[in-house]
Structure formats: structure tokens, C-alpha cells
């Protein structure tokens, strides 16, 4: 994959990642929400275990972006 390519890909991670970020952070104020109310709190908390494990996800794309792009860079002066 071509330098150029990457980049996009990797903003594009980084688009995600700052969305994963925002719906994780809504979801644990709703849950503190919720708990403080009195309600059941089980599927919101479901709902943040695949939050979570998505932002995981992306965190895992951006590094593997990151290492490409940087071997890419390696390749390209040497």
C-alpha cells in the first residue's frame, strides 16, 4: 500500500477513534445517569462493553496504520 493510501486510511481511524471516544464518555454519563435515577443499567452496560470494544479496535487499526506508514517512510529514504 502506498503512502498517500495509508494516510487516508489512517485519518479516516482517527475520525473513528475520536467518535468511539465521544460515545463511550455519553454512554458512562448515561449509565451515572441512569444508576442515580434508580434504573437497570444491564443493556446500557452491554452497550458499553461493544463501545468499548470497537474503540479498541480502532485504537488496534491506527497502531497497525502507524507502523505501515512509518516502514513506508523507512523504505522511502533508504
Known sequence: ?????????????????????????????????????GYDTARSKTALAHLEEMRRLHVADRDRLLQALSLTESESSG
Open 1 to 37: 500500500m502506498d503512502r498517500d493510501t495509508i494516510q487516508r486510511y489512517l485519518d479516516q481511524t482517527e475520525k473513528h477513534l475520536a467518535t468511539s471516544d465521544k460515545l463511550v464518555e455519553d454512554q458512562k454519563a448515561l449509565i451515572a445517569l441512569l444508576e442515580e435515577r
